[in-house]
């Protein structure tokens, strides 16, 4: 079984501050990791992904994500944010093996103030 | 351009109704789900499908119904909608690989009065 948790619900940030988002996984099998962004009144939409090799992953709009698998952690990061990277972040795990069930995060509201 | 659809994308119905949200991809995508997200909330599993003439139900208990007679095709029914059901729906679609994320639709804004 897999379970996934962000832990914070929330993290306000002042604009051009650097932002880490924390996201811990727990499984009994191999997994891939996932962060999704959910901007308002959206779906989700897919910020980056980590497979296997290097355990840093870039991702779209800036965002960069470090997989630490001693800690089995999965933490987002942006040296510097904008207003409009304000929005809801998952972090979701799927096993490799089985049905491949994705388990997501119960997600971190990122709120950017000017 | 690949990618996947719901309609609408917002709906406002009174208690008693029948409703069908439609969810519709262009991917091939064997693997189908549908979410409920209540604002700013985390996402509940109600309904999965991993291919045709195939339905599961998910984590949350839902009185929705699905169908999946197309491969691109996942409707989601209410028969009879009640106030508790106003919720966000989201549809998503994978491929049937684990290294794939999730293609999420839009949603629907769904509110019974």
């Known amino acids: 079984a897999q379970s996934v948790t962000q832990l914070d619900s929330q993290v306000p940030v002042f604009e051009e501050a650097p932002v880490e988002l924390r996201c811990n996984y727990s499984?009994?099998?191999?997994?891939?990791l996932f962060w999704y962004v959910q901007y308002p009144n959206q779906g989700l939409q897919l910020l980056l992904k980590?497979?296997?090799?290097?355990?840093l992953v870039k991702g779209i709009n800036g965002f960069e994500a470090e997989f630490n698998k001693s800690q089995t952690s999965f933490h987002l990061r942006k040296p510097s944010v904008h207003i409009s990277d304000t929005a809801e972040y998952f972090c979701?795990?799927?096993?490799?093996?089985?049905?491949?069930?994705?388990?997501f995060g119960a997600g971190t509201r990122l709120f950017v103030k000017a | 351009e690949a990618d996947i659809y719901q309609t609408p994308r917002y709906l406002v119905i009174g208690t008693g109704k029948k409703i069908t949200l439609e969810c519709s991809q262009t991917?091939?995508?064997?693997?189908m789900y549908w979410y409920q997200q209540d604002p700013g909330m985390e996402l509940h599993l109600i309904h999965y499908?991993?291919?045709?003439?195939?339905?599961e139900k998910g984590d949350l208990s839902s009185e929705s119904t699905v169908s999946r007679i197309r491969t691109e095709h996942f409707p989601l029914t209410l028969e009879s909608a009640r106030p508790s059901h106003t919720s966000q729906y989201l549809c998503?679609?994978?491929?049937?690989?684990?290294?794939?994320?999730?293609?999420f639709g839009s949603g629907t804004r769904l509110t019974v009065v």
């Open positions: 979701a795990v799927r096993g490799n093996t089985g049905g491949f069930k994705t388990i």
């Open positions: 991917m091939g995508h064997d693997k």
């Open positions: 499984s009994s099998v191999s997994v891939y």
């Open positions: 499908s991993y291919g045709v003439n195939s339905t």
């Open positions: 998503a679609s994978t491929a049937a690989v684990p290294q794939e994320g999730y293609t």
């Open positions: 980590y497979l296997s090799g290097s355990t």
